[in-house]
């Protein structure tokens, strides 16, 4: 049996790990694809494989001999199949690579086609390609998965190189013979779907927002510390307070809900009330940073009230720096206050470990000796002891860390042990300062394991937390709650490799092993002389009355939502329109139809009332008495619109109200929508309806009125269908308020499946039919297209109402003819172009890029406008002469930010066009004002240079504007014009400068249209005369500045400041060199003696002594390429520290928390 061995845990958290399904594999297959193994995206499941996988597991191993491997033809090929946990697997291969140049090569489960649906399985597995000359360099890779209909196998599509695995030398074909492995450990998955986290462990999680499951995890923890909940809870607030806009309103109600509801609790109104929107919630962000964050809101929040300095009580320690001199009596000290401890991991076995290492001592000597004011340069010793400690200890562990070498984070893996008891007194008080209190007894207790699970690029969080520090721990992981065993929260969130055990010993004695990617992030832990006061009784008299009255309100509302929604499929829902409704809706909401449903009274009704008893009802509501109501059935068009089509039978009204429903409603929802018809007399009061005969056609009118631009609801009356739209013109006019002789004309608009486009304006487009206009206008018939599905048509007056296809429930418009000579003086002379306006019309809020949460000011636009409208109402607003200077950028409806790339001039026909986005309008735009105007700027290619003078210490940034077409050359010639040369014939370079290092310096003729100046820093520089005439012996070499950190039992080398070119001689010696450094750099004589010199090769340094060469330590090669190796001038860095350096556990792809309320 072949050894496997694991490969490094830094190349495990590069690996890819993809899913064949096999309706891909036969068409092109990018590189890359599909989540990571352990590296989930950031919008997690809320089913996590700790969640599922409960059994213990069973395990087997599989070994594949496959003979005349260089000859397969086949794109893929299947092992048998093999039995592991009750199921069948098989490992599939494509021996040519899945569209790659690799094996790849995937765990399958073997009967996956027989399976029923809905079937699923987990298991953690490995495979290996066995090296047969030496098992030391056999490649294998685990991982672990859930199975199921849709990913039925999982694995790697680049395994290994195709070039090693047939090459005959390497030893992993032998007699055209390949050996594959596998191990395989299954355990079985339960469903949780009706899992009651209340029922079972007496509290309730937090909803998932989409990647706020950091957030959930940290909420808990901090919930369960009663003490703090008590004085979150005393924090004053009002009953007129918004949750919304009050971080301690919002964090008052969730944690009241947390305490007595029933279900989990969603977090949409603490986020909020951080003034996080929709893409805040999706970015998953680094748990210490947002506990900081909001601690440091809270205490902020807290000042001024009955528990100002909560914050502090708990969760504050001090501790002491100090340097001391060996040989004279100095010693230096500063005391600073933490609230958290971050403690190393790699190369520490357990917390112990770690705080050996937080005190450890540092010798100051040799060229690292202190300077000890009056005392000069001494040997010291220099570390950290602690003043105090807090009764909450928050240690936050170093999972994350900055690798240099790769140049990339990386997720730390190894075993690292906690206790259940932290006694930080040990071996006499070794981490305490001579004046900490040694009465103060510093034992402390777990009380929660806050755990990551996957990779540097993501993953997910969950908590163990023990909340009155007895021996049964919970696990709180999003919505679901469980109970847990103290292995569980501690052993296993240590880390490091897991062993599983062998269900036959005797046939496979190879252990399998597999890096466990789920361990412990954050620690807390409880002084135990501080216990009673810290898990302390929270009841109902901590909580404010007005915050009592709210949340029990917002329960019974939500009681009675779920009762209501219970008891849906009894009731029928009726909704009421009302010659009342149409007046207050049409010309305010209603422009294209007669009214919205979801803004006229509804009644909910039992299904088996007889609909008779329902008129009773009605009678109640509207004061009008069952004999004079007449009820009209809305009925949906072929256009899909909707209008009264005909009044209820007698028979109909003796039926109960949920047959009247079926009957009237083919589509089986839950609603009724009835026209209530009454009649007025001369005094207005309620008459009976007039008798209605075939003949007769109900119809409804509306009045628009040009000079206000307004349109309303004139009433409603009976037609005969024969009779002709010219024989009601007098009642029309009277209707209207017009001279009885007005003359009127009709007009008939035709909305034909057309969607509302925009939220704030639903009404727009989802009002559809035949809309008649009549006005005073040209006795000539006139049709105006809007677009396609829009269309006004004059009526012809002299036709019947039968001819023209008039029906019940359609709608007529009038309006005034204005006098000839005004038309021009109206925006909207007509009803045709008044529509076309409401159509059109759109209200846009203009931001710019610099305040892109901010609206700036609102114009109302037509959606029709074209670019240059836009941009010339834009320039208006603005007071700009010329709108070509204006450049827009569109709105991300999702992340709710600015779209990365501006609108080029003229590239779009419409606003409309720069408003949607995928299948959302949006109603913002970002405007900015340029120095030239767009078109020519477009043609420009604009380069961020910064220019470093060779005297001068301070760089000039300069922005460099040139046609797209120019070269490096061109750039330089343009930096001439524009700063102050050494001397007039100087010759400058362009450099590309990154993380402190050069990468190219550009050729001459290289074209500037595809540099990149968003992530590099571009520099511009006078090339020295010494450069300009280097011998053939001599050696241009790049020199960095750098510090140097002994952290994690590794040498960590860091670069800040400006890096430069050197020329070095044959046979110069150190001594030499520094010279003429420190002349270059003009640093004075006691600081420049502080400085060490090293050879650095990939990050490692080779310290160096005066009188060593220093030209043999570099190869002949293109020095542009050569950044790896250079000359390192040790020194320490005053400059400030990189974003990354702040916090060595923030992912490095994550923008910072804020809480910005």
Not at 723 to 749: Q, R
Not at 780 to 799: G, H, S, T, W, Y
Request: charged residues 30%.
């Amino acid at each position: 049996m072949t050894m496997m061995t694991p490969q490094p845990l830094d190349q495990q958290e590069d690996e890819e790990m993809l899913v064949p399904h096999s309706d891909l594999v036969d068409g092109p297959q990018p590189l890359v694809e599909g989540p990571q193994p352990m590296e989930v995206a950031a919008a997690e499941s809320n089913g996590t494989v700790e969640n599922q996988a409960i059994d213990e597991p069973q395990a087997s191993h599989f070994t594949w001999t496959i003979e005349n491997f260089s000859r397969l033809n086949m794109k893929k090929l299947y092992s048998d199949a093999f039995t592991v946990g009750g199921y069948k697997w098989r490992v599939l291969i494509f021996p040519k690579g899945n569209n790659v140049e690799y094996l790849s090569m995937y765990l399958d489960v073997a009967d996956s086609a027989t399976l029923p649906y809905g079937w699923n399985r987990y298991a953690q597995f490995s495979l290996a390609v066995v090296n047969q000359m030496h098992n030391k360099y056999t490649v294998k890779k685990d991982t672990q998965h859930q199975f199921n209909q849709r990913e039925s196998d999982w694995g790697f599509t680049s395994f290994m190189p195709l070039s090693e695995l047939y090459d005959p030398n390497k030893g992993y074909l032998v007699n055209d013979t390949c050996v594959v492995e596998a191990d395989v450990a299954v355990r079985k998955v339960v469903d949780y779907w009706a899992y009651d986290s209340k029922k079972e462990t007496g509290y309730v999680g937090l909803k998932n927002q989409g990647a706020t499951c950091y957030m959930n995890s940290l909420l808990q923890t901090l919930y369960h510390i009663p003490y703090f909940r008590k004085a979150v809870y005393h924090m004053p607030t009002t009953e007129n307070d918004n949750p919304s806009g009050s971080i301690p309103l919002a964090l008052q109600s969730l944690f009241y809900k947390l305490q007595y509801n029933d279900t989990s609790v969603a977090t949409k109104e603490l986020t909020k009330s951080f003034g996080w929107d929709t893409y805040d919630s999706f970015m998953q962000h680094d748990v210490q940073e947002l506990n900081r964050v909001l601690c440091e809101k809270l205490e902020d929040k807290m000042k001024g009230t009955v528990v100002e300095g909560t914050i502090q009580k708990l969760f504050e320690g001090h501790h002491m720096n100090y340097i001391e001199c060996i040989n004279v009596d100095f010693k230096s000290t500063r005391k600073e206050s933490f609230y958290d401890l971050q403690l190393d991991v790699k190369g520490c076995k357990d917390v112990y470990a770690s705080f050996d290492k937080y005190v450890e001592v540092e010798r100051l000597e040799g060229d690292n000796k202190y300077q000890a004011e009056e005392h000069g340069l001494q040997d010291a010793k220099k570390g950290v002891l602690f003043i105090d400690f807090p009764p909450v200890l928050q240690l936050q562990l170093k999972r994350f860390e900055y690798d240099f070498m790769r140049d990339t984070m990386v997720k730390i893996n190894d075993r690292y042990e906690f206790p259940l008891e932290l006694d930080l007194d040990r071996e006499n008080g070794k981490y305490l300062s001579p004046e900490a209190d040694r009465s103060v007894r510093n034992l402390y207790m777990l009380h929660s394991v806050l755990v990551h699970s996957g990779g540097v690029h993501g993953g997910h969080y969950y908590a163990f937390i023990r909340p009155t520090l007895t021996d049964q721990w919970y696990k709180f992981d999003d919505e679901r709650v469980t109970k847990e065993d103290v292995k569980k929260a501690l052993e296993e969130q240590y880390g490091g490799e897991e062993e599983l055990p062998q269900t036959n010993p005797g046939y496979n004695n190879t252990p399998f092993k597999f890096t466990k990617y789920s361990n412990a992030y954050m620690l807390v832990y409880i002084r135990v002389s501080d216990k009673d006061k810290i898990i302390c009784d929270v009841d109902e008299k901590d909580i404010a009355e007005h915050l009592r009255i709210r949340l029990r309100k917002e329960q019974e509302e939500k009681e009675d939502k779920r009762r209501y929604k219970a008891q849906a499929h009894l009731y029928t829902i009726i909704k009421v329109a009302r010659d009342e409704d149409l007046k207050e809706q049409i010309g305010k909401d209603i422009y294209f139809d007669l009214v919205d449903h979801d803004k006229v009274r509804n009644f909910r009704i039992q299904k088996q009332m007889p609909f008779n008893l329902f008129k009773e009802e009605v009678a109640k509501e509207f004061g009008i008495p069952v004999q004079f109501q007449r009820f009209w059935i809305w009925a949906k068009r072929q256009n899909h619109t909707y209008r009264p089509n005909r009044p209820l039978t007698p028979h109909e009204e003796a039926q109960t109200v949920g047959a009247l429903r079926e009957v009237s409603n083919k589509a089986h929802n839950a609603e009724l929508k009835l026209f209530l018809e009454v009649e007025r007399g001369q005094d207005f009061h309620p008459v009976l309806p007039p008798e209605k005969i075939k003949d007769d056609i109900l119809l409804f009118f509306k009045l628009y009125d040009p000079e206000k631009e307004e349109l309303r609801y004139a009433g409603r009356f009976f037609v005969k269908s024969s009779s002709k739209p010219v024989e009601i013109l007098t009642k029309l006019n009277e209707l209207a308020g017009f001279s009885p002789d007005e003359e009127i004309e009709l007009y008939e608009v035709c909305l034909i499946l057309c969607h509302a486009v925009h939220s704030n304006c639903p009404w727009l487009f989802s009002m559809y039919g035949s809309l008649f206009v009549y006005a005073i206008f040209f006795d000539i018939l006139q049709e105006i297209k809007f677009e396609p599905n829009v269309m006004c048509e004059r009526l012809d007056k002299r036709a019947s109402f039968r001819f023209s296809q008039i029906e019940d429930g359609d709608i007529i418009c009038f309006q005034k003819q204005p006098p000839s000579e005004s038309e021009e003086q109206l925006r909207f002379p007509d009803v045709p172009s008044f529509l076309e306006y409401v159509k059109n019309r759109q209200i846009v809020h203009f931001r710019t890029l610099e305040r892109p949460k901010e609206d700036e000011f609102c114009l109302e636009l037509a959606k029709n406008h074209t670019y240059d409208d836009v941009v010339e109402r834009v320039a208006q607003r603005l007071g700009l002469d010329d709108a070509s200077k204006i450049r827009l950028t569109t709105h991300n409806c999702y992340s709710q930010q600015p779209k990365p790339n501006p609108v080029k001039y003229r590239s779009v026909d419409h606003l409309l066009d720069m408003l949607v986005h995928y299948n959302q309008i949006s109603d913002i735009l970002y405007y900015e004002v340029l120095d030239i105007p767009l078109p020519e700027l477009q043609c420009l290619k604009t380069l961020k240079v910064a220019y470093h003078h060779a005297t001068k210490d301070e760089a000039i940034i300069l922005n460099i504007r040139l046609p797209k077409q120019s070269t490096v050359g061109d750039v330089l010639n343009e930096i001439k014009t524009k700063v102050e040369l050494s001397h007039p014939n100087a010759e400058l370079r362009l450099l590309e400068v990154f993380y402190h290092k050069i990468y190219k310096s550009f050729p001459i003729n290289e074209k500037i249209e595809n540099i990149n100046d968003q992530y590099w820093t571009l520099r511009a520089e006078e090339i020295p005369e010494e450069e300009k005439n280097i011998g053939p012996n001599d050696r241009l070499i790049h020199v960095y500045h750098f510090t140097k950190e002994n952290a994690q039992n590794q040498v960590q080398v860091q670069n800040f400041g400006e890096p430069f070119f050197l020329v070095i001689h044959e046979g110069e010696t150190l001594a030499d060199i520094k010279l003429r450094i420190q002349k270059k750099l003009q640093v004075p004589d006691d600081e420049f003696s502080k400085w060490k010199f090293a050879f650095l090769s990939l990050g490692r340094p080779e310290y160096l002594d005066d009188a060593d060469i220093v030209s043999s330590r570099f190869q002949r090669r293109d020095v542009y390429g050569a950044w790896e190796q250079y000359l390192g001038l040790e020194h320490s860095d005053t400059t400030p520290k990189r974003a990354y350096s702040a916090n060595q556990n923030r992912h490095m792809f994550e923008k910072p928390v804020k809480i910005y309320n």
